[in-house]
């Protein structure tokens, strides 16, 4: 091993690394949480969270993904080069190790977990789920998508070019939170709504599932009728549709889609109230798991989900009908996350470690005590 | 004010006024299911005075013997000055006349609210925060006059009613019920009248003026009646549920059982018995309902009994007094005055209190039958606990009235601070995804007890702090330091298992492990703090006052994760939320601020002398 | 020796974790539909009460034990208990189970009950004539009411062959 590489690691194993990088990671914690009151949790998780670079004005500064990815770099290397064994720091090798695997865990799922929702009125079914905030731009050719593009990708003024198009796309403009406003000026070649209104542009609101995302694009190639300029905006039940070459293709601006390895059903609801008083006491679903010739009734309830294939299935809300009261549809959280484990482990593993370690100091310390007094 | 007016007709029926000679031991544990569970009639009272007149005292009455007046006596109560309205702009709104006491009688509220029902009635479709506090509180008035209402009208069933109908003259044992199968050939006969000689009762025969009169009052009585379903004194006796019912909901239901018939049967017996103040006739008659209802399950005859006296005696006040005494002592102790008498009289003292504490906590247990830190009132008394127990043992271990100050100081703070929240604290039941045992008990007890912990090596931070100020020899305060650290370290275990419990309840609740929710940033925020220390003054980062100072400052990142987080009002956890105390949170911090600032400062500047 | 011991720390957990993640991902046992049976509230034990035929003879309701009982609360003045009589009285003679229909009045006056039932009973002759209905008259309301506490006609109390009350249906009976 080099000398340098050495040093980078016996530096990355030195405890004033995390001196210094806590209560950095302190002070973001607070800033997002408080900023979650003005800018929602969506946006603040964005910003503060999940990022690696927060950018206040033209300075960059690690966001708490940077500052944990350095924290867990740092307690692999501590442990693998800088822990001794004793008996004395058995429980504290092992109270790290579950730190370790809960920051592991942590990186699991950030980069694997898969969120989402469905919802499912009495005896409908489903076997796909939806994305809470990810917008995406598909375009598809006869009912098979062709393409699919994420948000981060589209950009004012860009050129969405592959070559499964046969003809040219480019975006005009992209708004994440858009109104729609009566068009001015004369523009040419406008098709469907764009020609009577336009998407503006408005301030984001707390609860991101509010926001209403929305594109103007241009189409060119596509033959004198398709060709134009295009909105395709969320709220729109009707999105833009055109035929090129006797083939029909769709572009819809919504939220991602997952695909379920299975199909669900929703066969009961019940919401149980405490006697005399609005206040719910418990929430009960029964649904149906259909998985080719498997078909089984399972019971969901608040704080017992189904799990199954990798999936884990939750009731997140069930709504009412505003007249009658009665349940009307239930909405399901959607999980997917292979890093689900890792917290359990992690917990019991630091557990044991933190018990260990005070098993073992507690003896001296009341000795200390007794000789002290 | 057809209410009021029904309401009016029992003043032909109402008994004189007279002082309080009645026994209410076995009418205040009598079971109402109020609120989604079953509490004595004692609570209920207590809940419904507060709400009504904020405190649990009227016109000089317990509670328990007011809500019987307004039951059994309904036409004297509306009379009475009950209604709190300390908002002027409420008043004006009104047009009540001002107050010296700002108490309204419900007859005076219905009168303004009826005549004011054009400037009401927007009000009611308007958001809260869409209204004015005076508009809020004319909003609340509105509401509690309703309820009110449903009191006074619950027990009208068996209350005797004046009605002289032609051939059945009035009898002052006869209640509506002795008339209800009455009103087909009643309302028959007022077609038959009104047909033949219109609606001016100057035209009816006397007979038919009585007639008139009785269907008035008995269709006046039902219309009255039809939604009244407050006071829930009647078990359920056919249905799948177990929702109990108000003797109207029974009535109209048709829910009555030879069961019903028999309560019904006492209910008439207790309020005969208070009109005619026969006060042997009231105890046997409430003694009788009692039993009879105590076998219904679900009713747990000790915990109405535990329950009546838990409100009864306040214990909490008592330890919060017995813990500020405690501490007197202990600083009388701490400065070398009458050492020994001083400090058993501090142990007597803290101990008492400590014992009520727990008796307090032990009855709420036993009462809710959940573990005591599912509500922000409820945590803040269990952490003083854990706080108030350790700093015991600590005295017992230590025996250097460290461990005496720790428990006086956190026990006094925290039980004064849960003042704010007492008032709201009706024992609630617990929304479904709370409505686990399991988790209450592993969690939220666990991050509870870190808290305890928390504060204890804070407080001891404090201690040294103000012990190197004042010069103390460093063993001393070495020796005290050691402890918090020990302290610290426990708190540590105790908050991050917690942390992490939270962090695996919330994946089975919402499908998440972590979602960087406000209260769980806020849990977290101890951790890191806690290992921040730790770990600088393990690798000599942080010196014994650095330390001292960061510990004492954990006091401020538990409260602000504690209780600075509901004020955010956002996130899952949304069931802490309160606007309460940010003022107390605020100078709390502050205050905190500053005492370690200036400690440091001083001892720094003494260190450095020193070197 | 300390290498080794670090070593097997490690391994030992990366086992575990293996372990628990197979087991986790190749479970797809689902949980097994645990329909709660529903609450039912405790039976309550019949009063020891009896009843006036329209004849003017007495029957105990205990007497009727051994049967389901229909303990039907009614009036001819009750315009839903007109409509639904017939229907109570088809039920009876459809049903071989054994089961008693103990119509109680209301009324004040008999003739009124009288008249209503006449040509019922000639349409139903034969479970009139077994015994498997019966009409009585309380026309104080001391067992309707003050027993049994029955103010919403009809009503209708099913008590169980082993002579307890099972349930209540208030409004027109449906079984």
Redesign the interface.
């Given at each position: 091993m080099t000398s340098n590489l050495k040093q980078l690691i016996h530096w990355l194993a030195r405890p004033i690394l995390l001196h210094w990088l806590l209560p950095y990671l302190m002070v973001m914690v607070v800033v997002g949480t408080v900023a979650q009151k003005y800018i929602g949790l969506y946006d603040s998780q964005r910003l503060f969270f999940s990022s690696f670079i927060l950018w206040e004005g033209y300075i960059p500064l690690p966001g708490i993904r940077a500052i944990s990815a350095l924290i867990l770099l740092s307690l692999v290397v501590k442990l693998i080069v800088a822990s001794p064994w004793h008996k004395a720091n058995s429980g504290i090798f092992i109270a790290h190790l579950g730190v370790l695997l809960l920051l592991l865990g942590g990186l699991v799922t950030a980069a694997l977990s898969v969120e989402g929702y469905a919802t499912l009125g009495k005896n409908d079914h489903t076997d796909s789920f939806t994305d809470y905030h990810k917008r995406v731009l598909t375009i598809s050719k006869n009912n098979h998508d062709l393409l699919i593009i994420p948000w981060v990708d589209i950009q004012k003024n860009k050129a969405i070019t592959s070559p499964l198009l046969p003809f040219s796309f480019k975006i005009n403009d992209a708004c994440r939170n858009c109104t729609m406003a009566l068009r001015e000026g004369n523009t040419p070649n406008l098709k469907g709504p764009a020609q009577k209104v336009q998407l503006v542009p408005i301030k984001h609101y707390l609860e991101d599932e509010s926001n209403l995302a929305g594109i103007e694009f241009t189409l060119s190639n596509a033959g004198q009728d398709a060709d134009g300029i295009y909105l395709a905006f969320e709220p729109m039940e009707k999105q833009p549709a055109f035929l090129y070459h006797g083939d029909s293709y769709h572009i819809t601006l919504g939220r991602e889609q997952y695909h379920l390895p299975f199909t669900l059903q929703l066969l009961e609801s019940e919401k149980e109230v405490h006697p005399g008083t609005d206040v719910p006491r418990s929430y009960r679903s029964v649904v149906m798991v259909i998985d080719g010739k498997l078909q089984q009734r399972v019971v969901i309830t608040m704080n017992h989900p189904l799990r199954y294939k990798g999936y884990t299935i939750y009731q997140s809300s069930f709504n009412a009908n505003a007249d009658t009261q009665q349940t009307q549809n239930v909405s399901y959280a959607i999980v997917e996350n292979s890093g689900r484990l890792f917290p359990y482990i992690a917990s019991i593993t630091l557990s044991i470690g933190l018990l260990i370690h005070l098993c073992l100091r507690l003896p001296n310390l009341i000795k200390r005590n007794n000789d002290a007094s | 004010m057809r209410v009021s007016l029904a309401i009016i007709l029992w003043l032909l029926m109402s008994c004189n006024a007279y002082a309080d000679s009645l026994n209410y031991d076995a009418f205040s544990k009598i079971p109402i299911?109020?609120?989604?569970?079953i509490k004595p009639l004692a609570t209920f009272a207590l809940v419904e005075s507060q709400r009504f007149h904020g405190s649990a005292e009227v016109d000089h009455t317990t509670a328990t013997a007011w809500l019987a007046s307004v039951m059994f006596d309904p036409g004297n109560a509306m009379e009475k000055p009950l209604f709190l309205v300390k908002d002027t702009d409420a008043q004006s709104m009104l047009n009540l006349p001002a107050k010296p006491d700002n108490l309204y009688s419900f007859a005076e509220v219905t009168q303004a609210i009826f005549g004011n029902k054009t400037l009401i009635e927007p009000l009611l479709e308007k958001r809260p925060d869409e209204l004015s506090p005076g508009q809020k509180a004319v909003v609340q008035l509105y509401n509690d006059s309703g309820a009110f209402a449903q009191i006074a009208l619950s027990c009208t069933l068996f209350l005797p009613l004046s009605i002289d109908l032609p051939g059945k003259p009035p009898s002052p044992l006869s209640t509506f019920?002795d008339y209800?199968?009455d009103l087909?050939a009643l309302q028959e006969s007022m077609k038959s009248i009104i047909t033949h000689k219109g609606t001016n009762p100057d035209n009816y025969s006397t007979d038919e003026l009585r007639l008139s009169k009785a269907l008035e009052t008995l269709t006046m009585t039902m219309e009255s009646s039809q939604n009244n379903?407050l006071l829930?004194v009647i078990p359920?006796?056919?249905?799948?549920?177990?929702?109990?019912l108000s003797p109207w909901a029974?009535?109209?239901?048709?829910?009555?059982?030879?069961?019903?018939?028999k309560l019904?049967s006492l209910w008439k017996q207790l309020a005969a018995a208070y009109r005619l103040h026969d006060n042997s006739q009231w105890m046997q008659a409430s003694s009788q309902l009692l039993h009879e209802t105590s076998t219904t399950?679900g009713v747990r005859p000790a915990a109405l009994s535990l329950e009546v006296m838990y409100y009864h005696w306040s214990l909490l006040d008592k330890s919060m007094l017995l813990y500020v005494t405690g501490f007197i002592l202990i600083l009388f102790c701490m400065s070398g005055l009458a050492v020994r008498p001083v400090r058993i009289a501090a142990l007597l003292s803290v101990g008492t209190g400590a014992l009520l504490h727990i008796i307090t906590i032990l009855s709420r247990i036993f009462i809710l039958e959940r573990p005591p830190v599912s509500t922000l009132y409820e945590s803040l008394l269990f952490v003083s606990l854990i706080a108030v127990s350790f700093g015991l043992l600590l005295e017992w271990?230590?025996?250097?009235n460290l461990g005496l100050l720790v428990a006086t100081v956190a026990g006094s703070v925290l039980l004064f601070a849960s003042q704010s929240f007492s008032g709201e604290d009706t024992m609630?039941?617990l929304?479904?995804?709370l409505?686990?045992n399991f988790?209450l008990a592993t969690h939220v007890l666990c991050i509870t007890t870190g808290y305890g912990f928390g504060m204890v090596a804070g407080i001891i931070a404090h201690v040294y702090l103000i012990m190197r100020c004042l010069n103390r020899p460093a063993?001393k305060t070495r020796?005290v330091l050691?402890?918090g650290y020990?302290t610290a370290?426990?708190a540590?275990?105790f908050t991050?298992?917690g942390t992490?419990?939270g962090?695996?309840?919330a994946?089975?609740?919402?499908?998440?492990?972590?979602?960087?929710?406000?209260k769980e940033?806020?849990a977290?925020?101890i951790c890191?703090?806690l290992?921040?220390i730790l770990?600088?003054r393990?690798?000599g980062?942080f010196k014994e006052r650095g330390f001292a100072a960061g510990l004492s400052l954990l006091n401020v990142v538990i409260s602000l994760s504690w209780l600075g987080?509901n004020l955010?009002?956002?996130?899952l956890h949304s069931y802490g939320f309160t606007d309460k105390a940010a003022w107390g949170l605020g100078a709390f911090c502050g205050a905190e601020f500053l005492f370690v600032a200036i400690t440091y400062i001083v001892i720094w500047r003494r260190d450095d002398a020193k070197t | 020796m300390l290498k080794h011991k670090k070593l097997i720390i490690v391994a030992t957990l990366a086992v575990l974790i293996l372990a628990l993640v197979i087991y986790d991902l190749s479970s797809t046992s689902l949980t097994m539909s645990s329909d709660e049976s529903a609450k039912s509230p405790e039976l309550q034990p019949v009063p020891d009460v009896s009843f006036t035929k329209i004849d003017g003879s007495t029957i105990a309701l205990r007497s009727l034990a051994g049967h389901k009982i229909l303990l039907h609360f009614w009036a001819s003045w009750c315009k839903p208990c007109r409509e639904e009589f017939s229907n109570l009285l088809l039920q009876i003679a459809n049903n071989d189970d054994g089961t008693i229909l103990l119509a109680v009045s209301g009324d004040e006056k008999i003739e009124d009950i009288r008249k209503f039932i006449a040509p019922l009973m000639r349409g139903f002759k034969p479970i009139f004539v077994s015994g498997r209905v019966i009409i009585a008259q309380d026309p104080y309301h001391q067992l309707i009411e003050g027993v049994f506490q029955t103010y919403q006609y009809p009503e209708t109390i099913v008590i169980t062959p082993d002579f307890k009350m099972s349930k209540k249906v208030v409004g027109t009976y449906q079984p």
């Amino acid at each position: 091993m080099t000398s340098n590489l050495k040093q980078l690691i016996h530096w990355l194993a030195r405890p004033i690394l995390l001196h210094w990088l806590l209560p950095y990671l302190m002070v973001m914690v607070v800033v997002g949480t408080v900023a979650q009151k003005y800018i929602g949790l969506y946006d603040s998780q964005r910003l503060f969270f999940s990022s690696f670079i927060l950018w206040e004005g033209y300075i960059p500064l690690p966001g708490i993904r940077a500052i944990s990815a350095l924290i867990l770099l740092s307690l692999v290397v501590k442990l693998i080069v800088a822990s001794p064994w004793h008996k004395a720091n058995s429980g504290i090798f092992i109270a790290h190790l579950g730190v370790l695997l809960l920051l592991l865990g942590g990186l699991v799922t950030a980069a694997l977990s898969v969120e989402g929702y469905a919802t499912l009125g009495k005896n409908d079914h489903t076997d796909s789920f939806t994305d809470y905030h990810k917008r995406v731009l598909t375009i598809s050719k006869n009912n098979h998508d062709l393409l699919i593009i994420p948000w981060v990708d589209i950009q004012k003024n860009k050129a969405i070019t592959s070559p499964l198009l046969p003809f040219s796309f480019k975006i005009n403009d992209a708004c994440r939170n858009c109104t729609m406003a009566l068009r001015e000026g004369n523009t040419p070649n406008l098709k469907g709504p764009a020609q009577k209104v336009q998407l503006v542009p408005i301030k984001h609101y707390l609860e991101d599932e509010s926001n209403l995302a929305g594109i103007e694009f241009t189409l060119s190639n596509a033959g004198q009728d398709a060709d134009g300029i295009y909105l395709a905006f969320e709220p729109m039940e009707k999105q833009p549709a055109f035929l090129y070459h006797g083939d029909s293709y769709h572009i819809t601006l919504g939220r991602e889609q997952y695909h379920l390895p299975f199909t669900l059903q929703l066969l009961e609801s019940e919401k149980e109230v405490h006697p005399g008083t609005d206040v719910p006491r418990s929430y009960r679903s029964v649904v149906m798991v259909i998985d080719g010739k498997l078909q089984q009734r399972v019971v969901i309830t608040m704080n017992h989900p189904l799990r199954y294939k990798g999936y884990t299935i939750y009731q997140s809300s069930f709504n009412a009908n505003a007249d009658t009261q009665q349940t009307q549809n239930v909405s399901y959280a959607i999980v997917e996350n292979s890093g689900r484990l890792f917290p359990y482990i992690a917990s019991i593993t630091l557990s044991i470690g933190l018990l260990i370690h005070l098993c073992l100091r507690l003896p001296n310390l009341i000795k200390r005590n007794n000789d002290a007094s | 004010m057809r209410v009021s007016l029904a309401i009016i007709l029992w003043l032909l029926m109402s008994c004189n006024a007279y002082a309080d000679s009645l026994n209410y031991d076995a009418f205040s544990k009598i079971p109402i299911q109020h609120e989604g569970r079953i509490k004595p009639l004692a609570t209920f009272a207590l809940v419904e005075s507060q709400r009504f007149h904020g405190s649990a005292e009227v016109d000089h009455t317990t509670a328990t013997a007011w809500l019987a007046s307004v039951m059994f006596d309904p036409g004297n109560a509306m009379e009475k000055p009950l209604f709190l309205v300390k908002d002027t702009d409420a008043q004006s709104m009104l047009n009540l006349p001002a107050k010296p006491d700002n108490l309204y009688s419900f007859a005076e509220v219905t009168q303004a609210i009826f005549g004011n029902k054009t400037l009401i009635e927007p009000l009611l479709e308007k958001r809260p925060d869409e209204l004015s506090p005076g508009q809020k509180a004319v909003v609340q008035l509105y509401n509690d006059s309703g309820a009110f209402a449903q009191i006074a009208l619950s027990c009208t069933l068996f209350l005797p009613l004046s009605i002289d109908l032609p051939g059945k003259p009035p009898s002052p044992l006869s209640t509506f019920t002795d008339y209800y199968h009455d009103l087909p050939a009643l309302q028959e006969s007022m077609k038959s009248i009104i047909t033949h000689k219109g609606t001016n009762p100057d035209n009816y025969s006397t007979d038919e003026l009585r007639l008139s009169k009785a269907l008035e009052t008995l269709t006046m009585t039902m219309e009255s009646s039809q939604n009244n379903n407050l006071l829930r004194v009647i078990p359920p006796q056919w249905s799948q549920d177990d929702n109990w019912l108000s003797p109207w909901a029974m009535f109209y239901g048709g829910q009555g059982s030879p069961k019903t018939a028999k309560l019904t049967s006492l209910w008439k017996q207790l309020a005969a018995a208070y009109r005619l103040h026969d006060n042997s006739q009231w105890m046997q008659a409430s003694s009788q309902l009692l039993h009879e209802t105590s076998t219904t399950p679900g009713v747990r005859p000790a915990a109405l009994s535990l329950e009546v006296m838990y409100y009864h005696w306040s214990l909490l006040d008592k330890s919060m007094l017995l813990y500020v005494t405690g501490f007197i002592l202990i600083l009388f102790c701490m400065s070398g005055l009458a050492v020994r008498p001083v400090r058993i009289a501090a142990l007597l003292s803290v101990g008492t209190g400590a014992l009520l504490h727990i008796i307090t906590i032990l009855s709420r247990i036993f009462i809710l039958e959940r573990p005591p830190v599912s509500t922000l009132y409820e945590s803040l008394l269990f952490v003083s606990l854990i706080a108030v127990s350790f700093g015991l043992l600590l005295e017992w271990r230590l025996r250097n009235n460290l461990g005496l100050l720790v428990a006086t100081v956190a026990g006094s703070v925290l039980l004064f601070a849960s003042q704010s929240f007492s008032g709201e604290d009706t024992m609630n039941m617990l929304i479904a995804v709370l409505n686990t045992n399991f988790w209450l008990a592993t969690h939220v007890l666990c991050i509870t007890t870190g808290y305890g912990f928390g504060m204890v090596a804070g407080i001891i931070a404090h201690v040294y702090l103000i012990m190197r100020c004042l010069n103390r020899p460093a063993d001393k305060t070495r020796q005290v330091l050691r402890g918090g650290y020990g302290t610290a370290l426990i708190a540590l275990l105790f908050t991050s298992l917690g942390t992490i419990l939270g962090g695996i309840w919330a994946d089975q609740s919402w499908g998440r492990f972590w979602g960087w929710d406000p209260k769980e940033n806020g849990a977290l925020l101890i951790c890191l703090w806690l290992i921040w220390i730790l770990h600088s003054r393990i690798t000599g980062h942080f010196k014994e006052r650095g330390f001292a100072a960061g510990l004492s400052l954990l006091n401020v990142v538990i409260s602000l994760s504690w209780l600075g987080v509901n004020l955010l009002s956002t996130g899952l956890h949304s069931y802490g939320f309160t606007d309460k105390a940010a003022w107390g949170l605020g100078a709390f911090c502050g205050a905190e601020f500053l005492f370690v600032a200036i400690t440091y400062i001083v001892i720094w500047r003494r260190d450095d002398a020193k070197t | 020796m300390l290498k080794h011991k670090k070593l097997i720390i490690v391994a030992t957990l990366a086992v575990l974790i293996l372990a628990l993640v197979i087991y986790d991902l190749s479970s797809t046992s689902l949980t097994m539909s645990s329909d709660e049976s529903a609450k039912s509230p405790e039976l309550q034990p019949v009063p020891d009460v009896s009843f006036t035929k329209i004849d003017g003879s007495t029957i105990a309701l205990r007497s009727l034990a051994g049967h389901k009982i229909l303990l039907h609360f009614w009036a001819s003045w009750c315009k839903p208990c007109r409509e639904e009589f017939s229907n109570l009285l088809l039920q009876i003679a459809n049903n071989d189970d054994g089961t008693i229909l103990l119509a109680v009045s209301g009324d004040e006056k008999i003739e009124d009950i009288r008249k209503f039932i006449a040509p019922l009973m000639r349409g139903f002759k034969p479970i009139f004539v077994s015994g498997r209905v019966i009409i009585a008259q309380d026309p104080y309301h001391q067992l309707i009411e003050g027993v049994f506490q029955t103010y919403q006609y009809p009503e209708t109390i099913v008590i169980t062959p082993d002579f307890k009350m099972s349930k209540k249906v208030v409004g027109t009976y449906q079984p």
